[in-house]
């Protein structure tokens, strides 16, 4: 199997907890729709970081590059509210030469709250579309390496 | 022709102006990604309110209620950057008994940057989906009323 | 001592962990200065969870009140930067009858990058400024009542 | 006079209008307190853009500079709610070697909201402290340059 098939990267599911604090709301009580999508990046870039291949890591390449999304969908299917404990859960789909796919949800003690497919690429510090290095994809392909992993908040990843 | 079908309300365009400050941009250099939700958010309350069912209005309603999103599909196809003068199109594409569906974009100087086909309905306050009120519906048929639209920086409608 | 004195509140450090993500910085290529606002609300937040007066706790009192912020006074040290692992100190200086003081400052790795002073109140849902309930002013004195502190994210509390 | 003393500076008010959106507001009905630091920070840079010292024109010097917050005192005063129409004052009130001191307030059909003295300076790309260069005193002493000025939402100067 190739080290960039989905096979490898889809088969597992990052998960990262997030509460929902006083800025995420907006004046219907509930969560702002823009606030799911904070989420979702979070989830993104902390399953990125186990990987190690996070922000840090591709600024210090010969071209420093930067992850940018280049489309969503996204389902708002249950509100949450102050407080609530929620869930980011993160799979990638599909992993090309230039863009990766990933399916994104946010559950609540196991309930759906919100889905999204999103597009991910690389652009450099300019804004020119970028391949995604081939250390990125490699990293991505043998996920999570326990060197780039040693601590904090980053979630779990699991089959 | 019904006065709730798209026929009418999809003729015309609104269009907002948005500036990029310091808070929409994110360490890319360009605008984050998930302000640009909150630039259509912002077009599409402006031309609520020139409809003259903005937030206010739905809230001294006899049961108080809230627009919300129910599904967005972007895309980001050229970034904005700092100080950039931004313009936020949105037209009705269609009104149904409980959800609008709306067609945004945002272009700089006649550039389009992003495209979204969002999905929009009205909840009450425990959250609960509502109809769209027949108010609402007839308003946003014969809009902008003169009356509701004395003065501000709600944008203008186009044929 | 009386229970709610600052002595017993002041006395304990509550410490919250904040990773850096996209949404937190602007195209200077550091953290936008409003967001340091936003992971001390954090700290706030879960230090009042902790002591089991947490914003669900205030909205089921016979009438709802929410925490409000009547006053900062901040201080922007040293920048933070993509992916920083930070820590939100959070103290209680004094708690009055209608206003609490807290002192708050960011660090890290030990070095302190921002620091506040915050004065918070409750208020009504119409707005009104009210007393902080008895309640609320006892189980901050003698906290973290554990029964309010089964699991999640809360950070810690120290002396 | 000198060209770059506050008399002169300290003797022109800025206002700015400013729309309560969705995305300002928090469950408690009212804006997040750091939604009116937003709001400030785009009454300050419609400012400095109208003198002709906006965030472009100091990215564009030979070491590119950017405006930073070193300090913020604010006071909360009274509560603003969605689509209320809002206007940030800015007062420079002293300008030194290498920080600026302005005053600013939100206010609501002339009603106060929020106060606060705020300090800035600028730093380099790395974060290093810079001295505010002489172009940028003198623009500011001799502000508004209508070449600067051509068009937008950038607010209006009054003695």
């Not at 080290?3 to 702002?32: C, L, N, Q, W």
């Not at 970081?49 to 280049?70: D, K, S």
Request: hydrophobic share 35%; proline share 5%.
């Amino acid at each position: 199997m190739s080290p960039t098939s989905e096979g490898t990267a889809g088969g597992k599911i990052h998960r990262f907890p997030v509460r929902v604090y006083y800025e995420d709301t907006d004046f219907s009580g509930f969560v702002y729709h823009a606030s799911y999508l904070r989420f979702m990046e979070r989830g993104r870039s902390e399953f990125l970081r186990i990987c190690g291949i996070g922000h840090q890591m591709l600024l210090q390449l010969r071209e420093p590059l930067f992850w940018t999304v280049r489309s969503i969908s996204i389902k708002f299917i249950r509100p949450a509210g102050i407080e609530d404990a929620l869930t980011v859960h993160t799979r990638v789909a599909e992993i090309g030469g230039a863009r990766m796919f990933l399916e994104q949800r946010i559950e609540r003690d196991g309930e759906e709250l919100t889905r999204a497919d999103v597009e991910v690429c690389v652009i450099s510090g300019a804004g020119r579309p970028r391949r995604i290095p081939e250390t990125v994809r490699e990293r991505m392909a043998i996920y999570p390496r326990s060197a780039d992993n040693p601590a904090g908040s980053q979630g779990e990843l699991d089959a």
